[in-house]
Nanobody, 122 residues
Framework: QLQLVESGGGLVQPGGSLRLSCAASGFTLDYYAIGWFRQAPGKEREGVSCISSSGGSTNYADSVKGRFTISRDNAKNTVYLQMNSLKPEDTAVYYC???????????????WGQGTQVTVSS
């Protein structure tokens, strides 16, 4: 069974940090670009970041540039999202997804995790 599982979410104060993990089972992530997305209550899902299959190419939403860093460890079949300087507006359910392409694209995310809640509040 192909599965992505996110972990690492939680409650953090503004200015704090969290590291999200996206672990794959049932398939290897080596050939897939991986994206992180988030959805806040009452808002549409938005793309946060993406990393190519090799890790050589990354991109970020303007709202998280300079604060979030995406990385991957293909040996561990895991992708990470390091989130620093968190703001209340970062509060959302965060999802990872695997793209059918090795390159980051807008569409083509076929495999999704169940999400992990991130809450930034004092």
């Amino acid at each position: 069974q192909l599965q992505l599982v996110e972990s690492g979410g939680g409650l953090v104060q503004p200015g704090g940090s969290l590291r999200l993990s996206c672990a794959a089972s049932g398939f290897t992530l080596d050939y897939y670009a991986i994206g992180w997305f988030r959805q806040a209550p009452g808002k549409e899902r938005e793309g946060v970041s993406c990393i190519s299959s090799s890790g050589g190419s990354t991109n970020y939403a303007d709202s998280v540039k300079g604060r979030f860093t995406i990385s991957r460890d293909n040996a561990k079949n895991t992708v990470y999202l390091q989130m620093n300087s968190l703001k209340p507006e970062d509060t959302a359910v965060y999802y990872c997804a695997a793209n059918i392409s090795p390159k980051c694209r807008v569409a083509g995310y076929n495999y999704w995790g169940q999400g992990t809640q991130v809450t930034v509040s004092s």
